[in-house]
């Protein structure tokens, strides 16, 4: 448990404080907040409840959908993106998570958009360095590449990261999105230094309607969380390790009773027991 996250999408009926609260009646250490419910009360405040609960903030979710074509999207993205990272920086997240984004309405440029993604980063780097905050590439798996994240695999994320120092710009590793890749072990080994963050959920079949809503609790799909977090454990990381579940029964549920759930499976299916 002493590494033991709850990002607060998982509770998604939760606000910042019930989520803070729910992690304190559960002994949880840390939270990963996302930007919305945090705006909603305010950063200044969010950050007073997390520090109040001795909470760490594992990450903040999300910045990113660099890849507008239009000079007048591009530059409402970066100014977001600013905020996003001034927002990292008051409530004291590990890293501001990045989704890059996809391609834009009528696009079919994927070369593109990467391109434009990564032109994005580069100009972000060094307004989040000078507030301290660390950004983190997120590789989506390969069905969110035309509406979200035009980074598919681990390996992809990496090139990008590795134009800059390791201490500005990571990767996230999340289990949802990397577990069917067959080159994800050596990725991660090749990741030593620039995992920013370990986010665990599980693949489910058959996938719902609306495949975003398709993680499911660890234990109840098919990754082999051990394998994933023990590559990351040898490739240096020693974080927190954050659940994050976007699922519509999941929601619907008590939140204190998912979190119990996913603290029963954090040990008996990430763990090594």
Known sequence: MARLSLNQKTTDRWSVAEAVAGCVRAGLPAIGLWREPVQAIGTAAAARLVAAAGLRVSSLCRGGFLTAADPSGRARALDDNR????????????CLVLVVGGLPEGSRDLAGARERAADGIAELVPYAARHGVRLGLEPMHPIFCADRGVLSTLGQALDLAERFPAEQVGVVVDTF?????????????????RIVSFQVCDWITPLPPDALLSRGMMGDGHIDFRLLRRAVEAA???????????NADVWAADPDAVVATLSRRHVSEVLDG
């Open 83 to 94: 905020r996003a990272i001034e927002e990292a920086a008051e409530v004291g997240a590990a």
């Open 236 to 246: 240096g990381y020693s974080g927190d390790i954050e659940v994050e579940i976007f």
């Open 177 to 193: 999105h990397v577990w069917w890749d067959p080159d994800v072990l050596p990725q991660i080994a090749r990741a030593r230094g």
